[in-house]
């Protein structure tokens, strides 16, 4: 499965953006997806992420309660709504595609990211 992110930008802190990962391929419902994060000099990290069915969703310590993940078998679709950006959320965000679940060992397609910026 191919997978192009969309959405990132420049935010006030405080403010909200939606992150967008659109997939190719008629077996996108077959996939858990996630969100990873990279920010400059640190390794990547889990965000949040979502089965198959869309009926379990996990978050990071750091996002749970602002961020929501949520998908869209039928548009081949899943998405991160994230409010009340802090500048600590700064970083490329990275779309992960997983047959089993996801962690960072265990994704099978990435995305090749989008900056989310948040000015304090």
Known sequence: VQLVESGGG???AGGSLRLSCAASGRTFSSYAMGWFRQAPGKEREFVAAITW???GTSYADSVKGRFTIFRDNAKNTVNLQ???LKPEDTAVYYCAASRTIVTRYTVDSWGQGTQVTVSS
């Open 10 to 12: 420049l935010v006030q």
């Open 53 to 55: 069915s869309g009926d």
């Open 82 to 84: 994230m409010n009340s």
